[in-house]
T-cell receptor, first 115, second 116 residues
């Protein structure tokens, strides 16, 4: 079974600083994908970044980067130069190869950016 | 990116009635759709997986007779909450997967259901 763990219920960061949101996972699959989503108060799920299990390079998308450490089964999200609009819930998710490719989510981290 | 449209965005219904939520993929064929439920300040919990033309696969603890899922075409899946109760009040959100396995899941906007 797949399991995603986000141990930080809430995080605060000063505007313009960087912040790391933690995510660890457990799976017996050899091939899988790791995702980060942002969920503002409106409820929509906004895709941020994707990392494949066989990707050797850490994924980056603008101010978002994923610190992927496969041996430690961690996929931390790094947000650089935080902006007030980054305040939201952030979910780490994993999709395996089997079971219809369903996506499982961590508990989420609420990020608050302070001015 | 691909667009998934979910309707309605919010609905209020009386206890005992049924509510249907639609999830449409607008510009791609969704072979598989997923339905999630999210209670306030909690994560998304997978309820069921539906494949076009076949019965949905429900997660453990989800009543299939209460949450009816129909995936009649490659662009439409519906979730019907039957005999709704106040405890069914939640945020329901669908996602759709196309043929490329490693792409992001495309999410609908979500439906906030309130049962009074």
């Amino acid at each position: 079974a797949q399991k995603i763990t986000q141990t930080q219920p809430g995080m605060f960061v000063q505007e313009k600083e960087a912040v790391t949101l933690d995510c660890t996972y457990d799976t017996s699959d050899q091939s899988y994908g790791l995702f980060w989503y942002k969920q503002p108060s409106s409820g929509e799920m906004i895709f941020l970044i994707y990392q494949g299990s066989y990707d050797e390079q850490n994924a980056t998308e603008g101010r978002y980067s994923l610190n992927f450490q496969k041996a430690r089964k961690s996929a931390n999200l790094v947000i650089s130069a935080s902006q007030l609009g980054d305040s939201a819930m952030y979910f780490c998710a994993m999709r395996g190869v089997y079971n219809n490719n369903d996506m499982r989510f961590g508990a989420g981290t609420r990020l608050t950016v302070k001015p | 990116g691909a667009v998934v449209s979910q309707h309605p965005s919010w609905v209020i219904c009386k206890s005992g009635t049924s509510v249907k939520i639609e999830c449409r993929s607008l510009d791609f064929q969704a072979t598989t759709m997923f339905w999630y439920r999210q209670f306030p300040k909690q994560s998304l919990m997978l309820m069921a997986t539906s494949n076009e033309g076949s019965k949905a696969t429900y997660e453990q603890g989800v009543e299939k007779d209460k949450f009816l899922i129909n995936h009649a075409s490659l662009t439409l899946s519906t979730l019907t909450v039957t005999s709704a109760h106040p405890e069914d009040s939640s945020f329901y959100i669908c996602s759709a997967r196309g043929e490329i396995l490693n792409t992001e899941a495309f999410f609908g906007q979500g439906t906030r259901l309130t049962v009074v």
